[in-house]
């Protein structure tokens, strides 16, 4: 069962448009959500999280927002660059349960110079 | 990645051999979290650990692998008996700490994974 979905595998946009990368999840315990960044090879790198009591989060191009009632977030990033080009990773937990991230399986963003 | 040390960063196993991972926290940190990621696949929970505890294994394979965050060192990921199947990126993660209320603590980083070839 997949709790965290990322249904669009991949997303291409041209250099200083908006990215936008959409994620679903169906468990509604889940309080805390982030975004990670990953390139070939590498380990996930965090991007930005939101907590439930907020609906947006911001942090320099990136922002996070988040409707609970849809059980959705979003990423977008603006404007977009090609060093934005790798795997995004919606992922989610719930506070208390030990904190472990039921990932998404991932977005592979390509920014077009 | 945010200092979280993992070695090594490519390991290759005969079938039937055994595969140690090793990972170091980030300085202050004193959660693990183990994560595989199997090609064209997500990352999956595998354990979490606090130091001399398991705390989570409901994503370890029931046989074969096991996992230990000592005192002393780092964590360590332990596969028996290697088969094809278990080639995979397996990533360590730490985080700060676990409070209810507190989220910022519920941010986890991960190191540059260890990726494993059984031949």
């Known amino acids: 069962d997949q709790q965290v979905k990322q249904n669009s595998p991949s997303l291409s946009v041209q250099e200083g448009r908006i990215s936008i990368l959409n994620c679903d999840y169906t468990n509604s315990m889940f309080d805390y959500f982030l975004w990670y960044k990953k390139y070939p090879a590498e380990g996930p790198t965090f991007l930005i999280s939101?907590?439930?009591?907020?609906d947006k989060n911001e942090d320099g191009r990136f922002t996070v927002f988040l409707n609970k009632s849809a059980k959705h977030l979003s990423l977008h990033i603006v404007p977009s660059q090609p060093g934005d080009s790798a795997v995004y990773f919606c992922a989610a937990s719930i506070t208390g349960a030990n904190s472990k991230l039921t990932f998404g399986k991932g977005i592979t963003l390509s920014v077009r110079p | 990645n945010a200092g979280v040390m993992q070695n090594p960063r490519h390991l290759v196993r005969r079938r039937g051999q055994e595969a140690r991972l090793r990972c170091s926290p980030m300085k202050g940190h004193s959660h693990v979290y183990w994560y595989r990621q199997l090609p064209e696949e997500g990352l999956k929970f595998m354990v979490y650990?606090?130091?001399?505890?398991?705390?989570?294994e409901s994503g370890m394979p029931k046989e074969r692998f096991s996992a230990e965050f000592p005192k002393e060192g780092p964590s360590i990921l332990r596969i028996q008996q290697v088969v094809r199947g278990d080639s995979a990126a397996y990533f360590c993660?730490?985080?700060?700490?676990?409070?209810?209320?507190?989220?910022?603590?519920?941010?986890?980083?991960f190191g540059e994974g260890s990726w494993l070839t059984v031949v």
């Open positions: 650990l606090q130091k001399e505890n398991i705390i989570d």
């Open positions: 939101i907590s439930s009591i907020k």
């Open positions: 993660a730490s985080s700060l700490r676990v409070m209810k209320g507190d989220l910022s603590g519920n941010t986890i980083y």
